[in-house]
């Protein structure tokens, strides 16, 4: 199990965007996709059949410990999984 907090924005727009913490959590450990960032942070992608098929992504800085996450959202440029 992977160790992380939520910036005070993460928690705000995991309460305001209705993203369960089981999302969070199964997108950081076992993401479909991730992407390096040039300023440092890590985005990690996961469809959430749950929500329709949409695409989460939860986006960490790993500089932190445990990691921050510092932002999440359902990412609508990726779509739905069909």
Request: aromatic letters at 10%; hydrophobic letters at 45%.
């Amino acid at each position: 199990m992977i160790l992380y907090q939520l910036s005070l924005h993460a928690a705000d727009m995991q309460r305001e965007r209705g993203i369960q913490e089981s999302w969070v959590l199964m997108t950081i450990e076992c993401p479909g996709m991730t992407e390096q960032k040039f300023d440092g942070t890590v985005h990690y992608i996961r469809v959430i059949k749950e929500n329709g098929g949409r695409y989460l992504r939860v986006i960490i800085n790993p500089a932190f410990h445990p990691v921050l996450v510092v932002t999440m959202y359902f990412d609508r440029k990726l779509g739905r999984l069909v």
